[in-house]
C-alpha cells in the first residue's frame, strides 16, 4: 500500500468551479474519510484520483510517483487503486466467488483458498461463494465488493459512499467489517462520506470539504473537539453556540461560568459546546425552557430556550425526561471552545439518532 499526496488540485465543469485547490495527504496503511456537504467535489476528488478525471491544475501522487498533474496521466487501470461504488457494483452473471476472483491476478483466478480468505477477511461465510449477487443482503454485497477491490492488493482502495444505500441495521455491522477488513490488510483507503457519524467513527483522519478547499484534515477527535470553526464544528455535529466574555480563561454566558479549553485574549467571544455537555437537572443553576423531546431509546434530545431566546440542544440519557414545557435548571461539563465574535453562528446541523 502507498501514501496519497493531492496537491493544489483545481477542477472546474465549464464555469463552475468545484475543487479551488485541494491539499491531501493520506499516509500509508491509514484511512481518511472525505466528508462535505452535497454537491462540495468529493466524488470529483475521487474520480480524480481514481484516473477517471483529470485535473485542470494540481498533482496527485501515488506512493511517491506522481499520477496526475505533470506530463502524461497514468491510466486509472496503471494506478492499482481499488474502487468500492456506492452500491456493490459486482457482476450479475458471477457468483460471488467469481466476482472475487475477478479482482485476482489471471493466475490465481481459479484458486478456491485465496477467495475463501478474502472472504472471510470481510467477515463472509465461505458457504456463500456460490450464490449469485441477487442472492444476498446489500451488505453482503458491499463486503464482496470489498473483498474484490482488495483481492489485487491495491496500493490504495476509495470507497464511494459504499454504505449509503444500506438500512441502519446493516449500515452498523457492514461498516465495522469494512474497517476491519481495511486494518487487517494495512489499506491505504479513502472514504467519501455525507454522514458525520460514519466519518468520526471509520476513519483515522477526517477532511472536511466545503466551497471547493479542504477546510479542515484532523483526527475525529480533534475535529469534534476542537473545530477549526464553527462551520466545520456544526457540520461534523450538533454545537450549542453562547456568547459571553472571556476573564482570564473562563466565560461568563448564559449557562454559567465556563472554563475555556484553549486560549483566549480577554474580551467578548462566542463559544462552543456540544449538548451531550449539558445537564438538566430540577435544582438551582441557570434556568431553561424545555421545547420539545426526542426520545432515541439509547439517549434523548432535548431542545431547550434560554431566557434570551436563543434554542440550544441537551443529549441526555433517555431515563427521566422533562415533558416540554418544563422549567429546568442546566449544568455544563468540560470546556468551551472559543471563537472571535464576529464568528457566524452556524446553521443547526440535522438531529441524529
Ligand atoms: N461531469 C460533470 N459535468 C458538469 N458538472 C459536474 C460533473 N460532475 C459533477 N459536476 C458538478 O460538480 C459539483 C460537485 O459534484 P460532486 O459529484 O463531486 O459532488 P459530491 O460532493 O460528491 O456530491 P454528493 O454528495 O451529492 O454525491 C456539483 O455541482 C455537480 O453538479
Known sequence: MSALSVTGVTKSYGRTPVLAGVDLHVPTGTTTALLGPSGCGKTTLLRIVAGFDDPDAGTVELGGRVVAGAGRPVPARRRGIGFVPQEGGLFPHLTVAGNVAFGLPRRLRRDRGRVASLLELVGLDAALAERSPHQLSGGQQQRVALARALAPEPSLVLLDEPFSSLDASLREDTRRAVVAALRATGATAVLVTHDQAEALSTADQVAVLRGGVLAQLADPRTLYRDPRDLDVAAFVGEAVVLDGDAVGGRVASELGELV?????????????????????????????????????????????????????????????????????????????????????????????A
Open 260 to 352: 475555556l479549553g484553549r486560549e483566549c485574549p480577554d474580551g467578548p467571544v462566542r463559544v462552543l459546546l456540544r449538548p451531550e455537555q449539558l445537564r438538566l437537572s430540577a435544582g438551582p443553576g441557570p434556568r431553561a425552557r424545555v421545547c420539545a423531546v426526542d426520545f432515541y431509546g439509547h439517549d434523548a434530545r432535548v431542545e431547550l430556550e434560554l431566557p434570551s431566546g436563543r434554542r440550544v440542544s441537551a443529549r441526555t440519557e433517555g431515563g427521566d425526561l422533562p415533558p416540554a414545557g418544563a422549567e429546568v435548571a442546566v449544568a455544563v461539563s468540560g470546556t468551551a471552545v472559543p471563537f472571535p465574535t464576529g464568528a457566524p453562528t452556524p446553521a443547526p446541523a440535522p438531529a441524529t
